[in-house]
């Protein structure tokens, strides 16, 4: 079974705190995704990875920023929390091609005061 | 570029009642569509995908949906409800390329 875990299901930080949020996968995938979810709004994506080092924006990038160093590893960086970034963040993987299921992690709902 | 509507914010049935959550989408060249289940606080669950072949596609808990190339439609369906099938739904909808969009999500609850 593909695994996708994330560092913290709960984060408490405050306005101004850099966050880290962490995703590893255990099926070598190459492509990995950070969104976030909001009611309403389903999955926004912020970033994805297509491979070690590589990076792209998503559609809503503004106030992050990403970590790729190892294959497994994806991280999202909050650079200065704001209140607007209370937020469910979701890490997902898939495999190469488009018909490749994309498995996702249990999620991080994290709240800034 | 591909997009997904899920046109019911919330679904209501009876236990044992079938229900549908319905989906449509817009994608130029062929689809790659998929649902979701989440449950509360929970990431989400694949639940079935259409790649090709058969319009009918079966998948997890005995859930299925069908692709209409005409309709832009693929709606998840099941033949009997269960209260435990309660959860939040996502269609999403990709192109050729790796770029996955979600519907907003259709909230299910079925009630004994």
């Known amino acids: 079974d593909v695994k996708v875990t994330q560092s913290s299901r709960y984060l408490v930080k405050r306005t101004g705190e850099k966050v880290f949020l962490e995703c590893v996968q255990d099926?070598?995938?190459?492509?990995m995704f950070w969104y976030r979810q909001d009611p309403g709004l389903g999955l926004r994506l912020i970033y994805f990875s297509y491979d070690v080092k590589m990076k792209e924006k998503g559609d809503i990038p503004e106030g992050y920023s990403v970590s790729r160093e190892k294959k497994e590893r994806f991280s999202l960086i909050l650079e200065s929390a704001s209140t607007n970034q209370t937020s469910m963040y979701l890490c997902?993987?898939?495999?190469?091609?488009?018909?490749?299921?994309?498995?996702f992690g249990p999620g991080t709902r994290l709240l800034v005061l | 570029a591909q997009s997904v509507a899920q046109p019911e914010d919330q679904v209501n049935v009876a236990e044992g009642n079938p229900l549908t959550v319905k989906c449509t989408y817009s994608v130029s060249g062929n689809p790659y569509l998929f649902w979701y289940v989440q449950y509360p606080n929970r990431g989400l669950q694949f639940l079935l995908k259409?790649?090709?072949?058969?319009?009918l596609v079966k998948g997890s808990y005995g859930f299925e949906a069908e692709f209409n190339k005409s309709q832009t439609s693929f709606h998840l369906k099941k033949p009997s409800a269960l209260v435990s099938d309660s959860a939040l739904y996502f269609c999403a909808v990709r192109d050729h390329s790796n770029d996955m969009r979600f519907g907003a999500g259709t909230r299910l609850t079925v009630k004994p």
């Open positions: 099926m070598d995938h190459e492509n």
């Open positions: 259409y790649i090709t072949g058969d319009n």
């Open positions: 997902a993987s898939t495999g190469t091609g488009p018909g490749e299921t994309q498995y």
